[in-house]
């Protein structure tokens, strides 16, 4: 139950799209570059087994420079006699592959493709139309009437953009369109090609994972000024959400069936009645009214910036929150922290960098904090000090005894809560030269919609300045820029996905506990303490660890229906166990 990823340079965009989606899924696999390997290639060991469940090839020909004659003609009697399956994620059309020659070859930008009747059986969770991607390089090519050709997605004038190719008993999936890791269209057909290849049964888990987290609610924020093309530090402009905000998203939460995960500083809410010399606070009464809407997270009591912080002054910040909380009646998510602004971290593109302040990780542990956030736009060091070897953006690291998960950021800054602010910041920053609102949250819902089915868990973070009732020429519009971006992912996910593939919201915690357990899982498979087949209807694992491991399963008896079928963690002790398969569809 390993998979094999050949690429001929390992700059294929393909190849370098699977690599991240079989490691982010936990699929056993080797990824071969034939131009760089340093050993023959051996796809049947001297027994004449198979070493491989299934085989990916990032392009055409690659079989051809990988083996010789004899080894070829032996794969191809495995492949008809065992079913082993074949993934061409990039071909050139022809008798070959069981296409005609290219009617067109090109961009397909703003192509969209359909599923035939067959497709929909080999992607289920699809609605039925796959949109292609702008940048994506391809050809559109008719079945060859002479070949066994079955086409799953159709194009234009009948063209196949993806098919399977049956000759003499082996079965080749063909897919005449590029695909990287960040393109749409490969993240909607990725579960199907694999389940495909599989037969659905796989070591591997996947789910489509959504958590959104709010920063700074109860504290104001700056504004931008459109005027001066700046963040405006006036205090008569600061923003910060008010109690109709609060109602109107609880509203919105309900209905959408989407939690908002609220950081929260309860310092913001103390000096805001301070201030006003009221009794209460009624942002804070309002969010208490509909608390039950939101998820709430520890984001330290005064958002102070703890990157020179005492270790007493970080441990008061956390622990002055968690006072306040429990006054109010406000239970935080336990042992997760967000500091502000991920101040105390290590920061890279700080001029000169800085180091994690060494008080930062005994304050955690004395805490008991085991999950806190970092930024995934950002690498950091794999340690305190800031020349240390990177961690690559968008990695999980520890920090001391504790796990700092990326979180994602959006084109809503901290600073915008209007169309108008928002524009002109990306504008006047050179992020971005949109013309409309309408046109930002399209190429965001997009970006977001590829985290979403990218099997991928880290969290998307946002302002609470981002939730303030957005006005155009002072007219009120009745929502949030946040809630308008994610209106548009959630309707574009609905029209792509059925409904019995439903978004996930893990917490934080339990974002910080499946990453664990994923890497754990790593580790043990690539130390070969685990060794998996099929046989007949059962999947006989061996655990050598001497210890019960946790293994991700897809396509046993077992585990929760999700989309493309029946999966779960499984706990497999010492020793050899078996386990009943799904009926293969």
Known sequence: MRILLLGETGREPGYEAWKVSLARAGIPFDAIALAHRDSPLRIIDPSGT???????LAKDGLIDLALDDDERATLDRVQRELGVRELTAYAYPGPRCGLGSPIWAGRLDGLTGSLTARGHEVFPYLVGSVPIDVGTWGYLARPDPGQCFETLVVGPDGSSLLGVHRDAGRERMVQTFDSNSGQLHGQLLRQGLLSWLTRGIFLGYERNYLTLQVDDVLLPNHSWDPERHVT????????????EDAARTARWSRSRGIRLDLACNGAGSRRYVAERGTDEDPLLTALLADQDAFGWINHTFEHQNLDQATRPTIEQEIEQNLTWASRHGIEFEPHVLITGEHTGLANLAAAPPRNENPNLAPALAARKIHFLACDASRPYPAGSSADAPEV????????????????????????VATPEQLLDRLRSTGHSAARSWPEVASSEARRMLTKVLGNDPRPHFFHQSNLIENRTDHQASGSSLLCE????VLDLYHSLIRPSTAIVQPTLAEIGRCLLRLEAWRQASARALVLAYLEGDGITIHNHAGTTLELPLTGALFGEDYGWGRSGWLSVPPGTSVFERAPVG
């Open 232 to 243: 405006a530090t006036d205090s008569d402009r600061l923003l910060r959400m008010g109690p």
């Open 392 to 415: 690559p953006a968008g990695e999980p690291f520890l920090t001391g005894g504790a796990l700092a998960i990326p979180r994602y950021p959006t084109a809503l800054a901290h600073d």
């Open 485 to 488: 971006l994610m209106d548009a």
């Open 50 to 56: 198979v070493c491989y469940q299934a085989l990916i």
